[in-house]
């Protein structure tokens, strides 16, 4: 991964002997992550646009840390980099085009598939109503793909949890004071910019450093990053 720090202590508290240790049908991968569930889906819809997109970034982040020891590609760490940048304007990124024969196998493949949810956020949905879908695609992905002997791995389950507390606290719609969209809104409400640090939840937080903390991260991304292009 090439952003500087975990996006929280948990992540270095990953077991150093994971494995790859789920299904990988390549014909059938849609099954692995592209649904919702009822309950999880009405609760990530009482959160904002924005609160959606940052969660589903956040996540591919636990995705990216947990197959590092089996794959040196770093194109999902500059993508999701570019994507935390691509909060605050989305022309601070390039979109990806996945080949998908270049992206196959059980750890390449759902690489790319954290890819493509960044894609769809910023490239595909960026204006369709019900972003939690796009959540729900990357938490659906990273609990099929973080487990060891059919469990998923405990600390990101209780990463879930307190992160999704965290969001309806400060993002829910509600609180934002924005309203749910809606098809006739002339311009399309999103809600306040989270940053990445709002998923660090050893750390304080507070909502309305969102935009100052994306600036900082947008100035420290190096010129090596070949998605990122400050606007």
Not at 40 to 50: D, I, R, Y
Not at 73 to 82: F, M
Not at 126 to 155: I, P, T, W
Not at 161 to 176: I, N, P, Y
Request: with cysteine; proline share 7%.
């Amino acid at each position: 991964m090439s952003l500087r720090h975990p996006i929280c202590s948990l992540v270095n508290e990953l077991p150093p002997d994971r494995v790859v240790d789920y299904a990988w049908d390549e014909q059938h991968v849609r099954r692995y992550f592209y649904f919702a569930e009822k309950v999880e889906f009405e609760t990530l819809g009482k959160l904002t646009h924005s609160a959606n997109m940052a969660l589903a970034i956040a996540v591919t982040e636990w995705i990216g840390a947990w197959l590092s020891p089996f794959s040196f590609d770093k194109t999902l760490g500059d993508y999701i980099e570019a994507g935390w940048a691509a909060l605050l304007d989305r022309d601070n990124t390039e979109y990806f085009r996945i080949v998908d024969n270049d992206w196959r196998g059980p750890v390449l493949g759902p690489t790319a598939i954290a890819l493509g949810i960044i894609n769809e956020i910023f490239f595909e949905s960026y204006d369709e109503q019900r972003m939690a879908f796009r959540s729900c695609y990357a938490l659906n992905l990273a609990r099929h793909v973080m487990r060891k002997n059919g469990v998923v791995e405990v600390s990101f389950q209780s990463w879930v949890e307190g992160v999704k507390a965290r969001l309806d606290q400060f993002h829910s719609w509600s609180v934002d004071g924005t309203p749910p969209p809606s098809i006739l809104d002339p311009e399309f409400p999103k809600g306040r910019l989270v940053p990445r640090e709002a998923f660090d939840l050893d750390r304080p937080y507070d909502p309305e450093m969102g935009p100052a903390l994306l600036q900082e991260l947008t100035r420290q991304i190096l010129p090596q990053n070949l998605f990122f292009h400050k606007s």
